[in-house]
């Protein structure tokens, strides 16, 4: 055959790389491991019944209709891509989760502080990675798990209520920044790595919440909000605030 000579333009390969390198990136969680193979052999074998025991295969191409979305669902739930903050982390406090900013106002915050702070509160739905990033470069001066109810993690209510870690960590400038995990209405479970006396940086894990939740974080008053009410978040680079 003739060969025209057609050369792919510059652009193109520039996009295919840069999907290339997005995809490696890429991994699967380590708290979706038991959940993933348990459900892959659960839904497998329940396919290999139908398929090899009946003698239509309408249930088998119903069940495999279903399990194969529900499947793809629960890896996308627990991905959890490779992320670096390429910038210089003095006074930054980056989103500690993928989301939605719900809540940008001052609160009175009466578990560590009891005092006023701003809260930037994150929502992750359901399609949101549920990784936890640490916001702020620090030492861990407290861990605490609160057992609770699941309320829709929306509501003012669930940052009291629902089961949650509070984690507080003081940068190396002295400043003290609280976070809480919280579960929501179909979260479970509350994952918090972080352990205390120890110092961790950005870019480390801070933990993983299961099926949908929200992350806040109390700022000293003084701080720049960088981030609006509906605004987008990707964990670990997105920067919502600069401590003063």
């Known amino acids: 055959m003739h060969d025209r000579g057609d050369k792919i333009p510059p652009h193109i390969y520039a996009r295919m790389g840069k999907r290339l390198r997005k995809l490696r990136r890429l991994r699967l969680h380590k708290e979706g491991n038991h959940i993933l193979i348990i459900s892959a052999l659960a839904m497998g074998s329940i396919c290999a019944v139908l398929y090899y025991c009946l003698e239509t295969t309408a249930p088998f191409i119903v069940a495999a209709s279903l399990f194969v979305p529900l499947f793809l669902l629960m890896l996308n739930f627990f991905r959890c891509p490779l992320r670096e903050f390429e910038e210089d ?83 190396p400038e002295g400043q003290e920044i609280l976070v809480r995990q919280i579960a929501g209405a179909v979260a479970r479970r509350v994952v918090t790595y972080l352990e205390e006396d120890k110092d961790y940086e950005i870019d480390d894990h801070m933990g993983f919440i299961k099926f949908g939740s929200r992350v806040d974080v109390y700022l000293p008053l003084d701080t720049k909000v960088c981030v609006e009410l509906d605004q987008k978040t990707t964990g670990n680079e997105t920067v919502i605030a600069k401590l003063k």
Do not use: C, Q
């Open 89 to 171: 982390t003095t006074g930054i406090v980056v989103a500690p989760a993928d989301g939605k900013v719900v809540v940008v106002e001052e609160v009175e915050e009466n578990e560590y502080f009891h005092d006023r702070r701003l809260m930037v509160s994150i929502f992750m739905s359901i399609l949101n990675v549920h990784a936890n990033w640490i916001p702020v470069d620090g030492r861990v001066k407290m861990v605490r798990h609160h057992d609770g109810n699941y309320h829709m993690a929306w509501l003012p209510k669930a940052s009291l209520e629902n089961e949650r870690s509070t984690i507080v960590i003081e940068t």
